[in-house]
């Protein structure tokens, strides 16, 4: 370190001897030879004060750091552990301090440590203190924004902080240093504190895309889709400034990067993440397989299993993230999610419900062949009616899916031969019937649902965190879940009921209601003959069953049960199936997710760092929502049928009108 430059910072000593290497002598070194307040590199114009200094003598010499000998000064001693706050440093009888002899104790004793204020009522003064440089900085460019000008640097150094006003002719300038903490930056000098420039109206190129998201942060976070001319505004009522529309987005992509972290990144923390889900929820399942050669920026699909509880609300339990749907992806979640429900003890005894897709398909044929499977028959009613246009040919086949009977399907298979040919063909091409159409359906599932598509539904419910990072996707997912499953533990225990679940109540009491166009007749104990219109159904309210077969598949007793039970002064509730108790339930929910810390306080892990899938884009933006089917409702859209309001007319609206007011 140059000597002169050791001595600007303090780590000079006084009255401190050492050894000449050429005479051996002991050479002391006076601070009083020594100016504190004229600094090579500080100028004339800077003082301690923080005013012009016009006083300086003709004769005074600058020393050169380049020019300083060790014959000039003698001996220096530098002191590595220096403090300022110790008693034993810089002593001059000359200094006016407060008597303890210690110059840079009255430094931090007389220097103001600057307090964030409000916007519009930050001021700057010699003397305030800053804990580091970039908290000067911040300070510096607030202050500027806030007061309708820029600056440019004229100076910046491990040391030395040093700008002007950026407009012409107008001489406001601030000078800064840091003190021997090496840490602490204190104002020395503010000259022309009253600027003389006019500043600047609305665009101040201080306002800059980083300072924007860190004020604008919190606004973001409460709503990561607000929009630009919302930002604008937010920016022009807080600090009278604006930006442009590009640059705004640039504002909220920085501020959701700080908030959910970078997408590239996020892949990286995928091992810890995995080890701690093992560590904080001991008996879930987490694990990973990457390719090291597959790079690129962000994109992968989500894969996941949901399942139905006893009060038929979704129930996931399984979701993970892949680079791209295929057979080989399908099968590596399908493997686990095996694995994961064989550790239930109820070995095959599942029922998969999925679409027709190939990848899916291959998947459940080759790693889980003994399950059983259903289609959503919503997925195959879009390629019904690819191949089938006709109202009536859709009737049919919503009839032979929904059949609970044999003699129901045959009739409508029946039908369907006799108004079109090939609908019997299309359908035989499915495989096993047990897998699109109810008669065929395990009576042991006690489940009857085949066209509610429970994915679809669970997708919903992440709303905007699909398009978060792969770490923030899965930790949201996680979120939810925890939630969801502990808010439904805390309100089972509230249930007054302590049968049947409130849904499955809700079910019973319409079924009952449905029963009155049945009656039922006695044929002995527990038999009965029900009669609905033009069909006799019999039943046996001692094993459960009637001949349309509704009641053995869904485990929930049909419309003719609930008259023979109504008829026989009996409790319909006993005769659901046990899966739909209250006690079930509550055992479902049972175990809870736990929840996991910050990725901050994650213990260091010996793991390799993944990158993200490769990445194939499409044309135009990325879709948000589910693509809805040409039946279903567009979410919200109130009125399929446009009308303008100027003509009255329609087809068109008042913006695109072209006929004007009419009376």
């Known amino acids: 370190m140059p000597k002169t430059t050791a001595r600007r910072k303090g780590l000079l000593t006084a009255n401190s001897s050492v050894s000449n290497s050429n005479g051996g002598a002991n050479n002391i070194v006076s601070l009083e030879d020594l100016d504190l307040h004229n600094d090579e590199e500080d100028g004339p114009e800077y003082n301690m004060s923080g005013h012009h200094n016009d006083t300086s003598s003709d004769d005074e010499s600058v020393v050169d750091e380049d020019d300083l000998q060790l014959s000039d000064v003698h001996e220096m001693v530098v002191m590595d552990n220096y403090d300022p706050y110790a008693n034993d440093v810089w002593i001059d009888d000359d200094i006016q301090d407060d008597g303890e002899g210690n110059y840079f104790v009255k430094l931090y004793r007389n220097g103001e440590m600057f307090d964030k204020e409000e916007h519009g009522r930050m001021e700057l003064r010699p003397w305030q203190l800053f804990y580091d440089t970039q908290n000067l900085r911040d300070v510096v460019r607030d202050y500027c924004i806030q007061s309708g000008f820029s600056v440019v640097i004229d100076r910046s150094s491990n040391s030395i902080y040093t700008v002007y006003c950026s407009a012409e002719g107008c001489g406001w300038r601030l000078h800064a240093f840091r003190l021997p903490d090496v840490f602490t930056w204190e104002i020395k000098s503010i000259q022309n504190s009253k600027h003389t420039c006019l500043g600047l109206e609305i665009r101040n190129p201080m306002v800059t895309a980083k300072w924007a998201s860190s004020v604008l942060l919190e606004d973001i976070r409460a709503d990561n889709d607000i929009s630009w001319k919302t930002l604008n505004t937010l920016l022009w009522n807080r600090f009278k400034a604006q930006m442009e529309t590009s640059t705004l987005y640039r504002v909220r992509a920085r501020a959701l990067i700080e908030i959910h972290g970078g997408y590239d990144d996020s892949y990286a923390f995928l091992p810890g993440y995995c080890e701690m889900i093992r560590r904080t929820d001991p008996g879930s399942d987490a694990c990973y397989v990457w390719n090291p050669e597959t790079h690129g920026n962000y994109g992968g699909v989500l894969l996941s299993a949901v399942a139905l509880d006893g009060n038929n609300e979704l129930f996931p339990f399984a979701w993970g993230i892949v680079s791209n749907e295929d057979s080989d992806t399908w099968g590596f979640f399908v493997h686990h999610t095996r694995d994961l429900l064989r550790s239930t003890r109820r070995g095959d005894d599942w029922c998969i419900i999925s679409d027709k897709k190939k990848g899916i398909e291959c998947a459940l044929d080759k790693v889980w062949p003994e399950v059983d499977r259903r289609y959503y028959t919503t997925h195959l009613a879009r390629n019904w009616k690819k191949a089938f246009l006709a109202p009536l040919m859709l009737s049919l086949f919503w009839k032979a899916c929904g059949a609970y009977s044999k003699f129901t399907f045959k009739k409508a298979m029946e039908q369907m031969d006799k108004v079109g040919k090939g609908g019997t063909l299309w359908l035989a091409k499915l495989g096993d019937q047990a897998r699109w159409t109810k008669h065929k359906f395990n009576a042991a599932t006690k489940c009857d649902?085949?066209?509610?598509?429970?994915?679809?539904?669970?997708?919903?419910?992440?709303?905007?965190?699909?398009?978060?990072?792969?770490?923030?996707?899965?930790?949201?997912?996680?979120?939810?879940?925890?939630?969801?499953?502990?808010?439904?533990?805390?309100?089972?225990?509230?249930?007054?009921?302590?049968?049947?679940?409130?849904?499955?109540?809700?079910?019973?009491?319409?079924?009952?209601?449905?029963?009155?166009?049945?009656?039922?007749?006695?044929?002995?104990?527990?038999?009965?003959?029900?009669?609905?219109?033009?069909?006799?159904?019999?039943?046996?309210?001692?094993?459960?069953?009637?001949?349309?077969?509704?009641?053995?598949?869904?485990?929930?007793?049909?419309?003719?049960?609930?008259?023979?039970?109504?008829?026989?002064?009996?409790?319909?509730?006993?005769?659901?199936?046990?899966?739909?108790s209250v006690r079930r339930y509550k055992a479902t929910y049972a175990n809870g997710i736990k929840s996991m810390p910050d990725l901050e306080q994650w213990p260091k892990f010996n793991m390799p760092e993944i990158l993200p899938p490769e990445l194939k884009r499409g044309i135009g933006r990325p879709c948000r929502n589910r693509k809805r089917d040409d039946t279903e409702e567009r979410k919200g859209k109130r009125a399929k049928t446009v009308r303008c309001s100027k003509c009255q007319d329609f087809s068109h609206n008042a913006k695109t009108c072209k006929r004007g007011a009419t009376a």
């Not at 994915?455 to 905007?464: Q, Y």
């Not at 499955?504 to 044929?523: A, E, F, G, M, P």
């Not at 029900?530 to 001949?547: D, G, H, I, R």
């Open 449 to 580: 649902s085949n066209n509610s598509n429970f994915i679809e539904s669970f997708n919903a419910t992440l709303s905007i965190e699909r398009c978060r990072p792969v770490l923030t996707l899965l930790e949201g997912i996680r979120r939810n879940t925890m939630v969801r499953l502990a808010t439904r533990r805390q309100k089972c225990e509230e249930w007054t009921r302590t049968e049947l679940c409130p849904k499955i109540v809700q079910i019973v009491q319409k079924l009952c209601q449905n029963s009155r166009t049945c009656h039922s007749y006695l044929s002995s104990a527990g038999e009965f003959k029900v009669f609905e219109v033009k069909s006799y159904p019999l039943l046996s309210l001692n094993n459960q069953t009637c001949a349309c077969g509704q009641w053995q598949i869904s485990g929930i007793p049909c419309r003719h049960g609930m008259r023979a039970i109504l008829d026989s002064k009996l409790n319909p509730h006993a005769f659901v199936d046990e899966w739909f």
